[in-house]
């Protein structure tokens, strides 16, 4: 048998080398189509992904009023760009950039070869495939909120300039003026914060006190008093009596603190067990004096995308007191709740948390660590800011915050309230601080578009 096999292997010797000759070749060419299409794929996922952020940014330039003829230039250079940078052994036609008729969507295609290796062997040098990509503002409304320190130490090295230039910036860049109508409605809200908060004039709706209010302290002193007097008018006996005094005065404030009660840390609607605390006068007996602090005479401005209004509050800002931050996020949440719509002016309501197409977003400030507290049953101003935080991003709002110049421990706190790292910015200078706003408002702005 063994000899049989033997004469068998080697009669068919030259037909095994004529066989094996003709399928390496068929061998060869499918390996290489194996491997070119693994290729082929790759540099499609790669097209796909420079494509989308082709058109979101194209997007953007859509939003910033530019035309179709300069976006589709702004189009065209950025995926070109990107694949010349990256060195891909693919070659691309020009992207083709259609708009859909009474809307503001982008469609973009682009056709592609990929070059072939060991594929060449049956006579193909490339491979075609073409990618297609589209944007839409999905999120047509936008209910931002921005809240801004406005402590003493925000006076100093020109810090409140810088603010103020930033916060600029990033109004327009959110309320572009070429943006249309069908581009989807962002409203801005803009809330300070140092010691406490004004309400300004929505002081009674949240307090259900008047603003102008008269306080008066009753006090008892032990005094010689005359009992029987001569004819003449002269006191005959006198007596140690309690006489009883009162003192008032009459002050108009409009300055809040932190909410107390189970609703401390909710964007409840103001009403019974509800009400925010407005603060009151201190009284020196020994002085016979009364006293009460103030706060910045800057109140709320509720939801708007009137650019003359937020720019003009941009310029009152001022620096003084001291830095309450939990009071100041507690406003910044209650200008773009849902809760408080009964608080706020027509037209100045802020969306549903679950409106369809609909986002929030709320940019927290500070150059400093929240150091300042009136409630102090509930821990520190970092203390209730943390549960303030947790709730806000309960809902569904999206936290920017941005420490200017601040200390580890303000850092710390915004680090902890926004929606991730990539949402906690900071500012060692003016330019970075604008750079920073410009970077938030424009993520604000992609929260419109679908892709």
Not at 191 to 203: L, M, T
Not at 215 to 226: D, G, L, Q, S
Request: with cysteine.
């Amino acid at each position: 048998m063994l000899n049989k096999l033997t004469n068998w292997i080697d009669n068919r010797e030259g037909n095994v080398a004529i066989i094996l000759a003709i399928a390496i070749i068929p061998i060869l060419a499918l390996v290489g189509i194996a491997i070119d299409l693994q290729n082929t794929n790759t540099s499609r996922q790669f097209i796909q992904y420079t494509m989308d952020n082709a058109v979101i940014a194209g997007s953007r330039e859509m939003q910033a009023g530019k035309s179709k003829a300069e976006i589709n230039t702004y189009i065209n250079n950025f995926v070109d760009g990107v694949v010349k940078a990256k060195n891909y052994a693919v070659g691309c036609k020009p992207v083709e950039v259609t708009y859909s008729e009474g809307s503001q969507d982008i469609n973009a295609t682009i056709k592609c070869q990929q070059k072939t290796t060991l594929t060449e062997l049956i006579g193909y040098q490339y491979l075609d495939f073409t990618v297609t990509s589209g944007s839409t503002y999905g999120i047509g409304n936008v209910d931002v909120s921005f809240v801004f320190d406005i402590s003493g130490s925000m006076g100093w090295d020109g810090k409140m300039g810088a603010l103020k230039d930033a916060a600029e910036d990033a109004v327009d860049v959110l309320l572009p003026t070429g943006a249309t109508e069908d581009m989807g409605d962002v409203r801005i809200s803009m809330v300070s914060y140092s010691n406490y908060v004004d309400a300004g004039d929505y002081f009674k709706k949240v307090t259900n006190l008047n603003p102008t209010r008269t306080f008066t302290n009753t006090y008892t002193t032990t005094e010689r008093v005359c009992v029987e007097w001569k004819r003449n008018g002269r006191c005959r006996r006198y007596e140690y009596q309690d006489v009883e005094h009162t003192s008032s005065e009459t002050f108009t404030n409009t300055c809040v603190e932190e909410r107390l009660g189970s609703e401390a840390y909710t964007d409840e609607d103001p009403g019974p067990f509800a009400w925010i605390e407005a603060i009151e006068p201190t009284y020196d007996s020994r002085r016979d004096r009364w006293s009460m602090a103030s706060c910045n005479p800057i109140g709320p401005l509720p939801l708007t995308d009137d650019r003359d209004k937020l720019k003009d509050y941009i310029s009152k800002l001022n620096a003084n007191g001291g830095t309450a931050g939990h009071i100041g996020i507690a406003w910044g949440w209650y200008a773009i709740s849902p809760q408080w719509d009964s608080v706020w002016p027509s037209g100045s309501d802020p969306l549903e948390y679950d409106a369809p197409d609909s986002a929030k977003a709320m940019i927290i400030m500070t150059d400093g660590d929240f150091l300042n507290w009136h409630n102090t049953g509930e821990g520190s101003s970092f203390d209730q800011a943390k549960k303030l935080c947790d709730n806000i991003k309960e809902e569904g709002v999206r936290v920017y915050t941005v420490a200017f110049k601040a200390p580890s421990q303000g850092k710390q706190i915004l680090e902890y309230c926004a929606s991730g790292t990539e949402f906690a910015f900071k500012a060692e200078s003016a330019d970075e601080l604008t750079d920073a706003y410009t970077k938030i408002a424009q993520s604000i702005s992609d929260l419109r578009i679908t892709y």
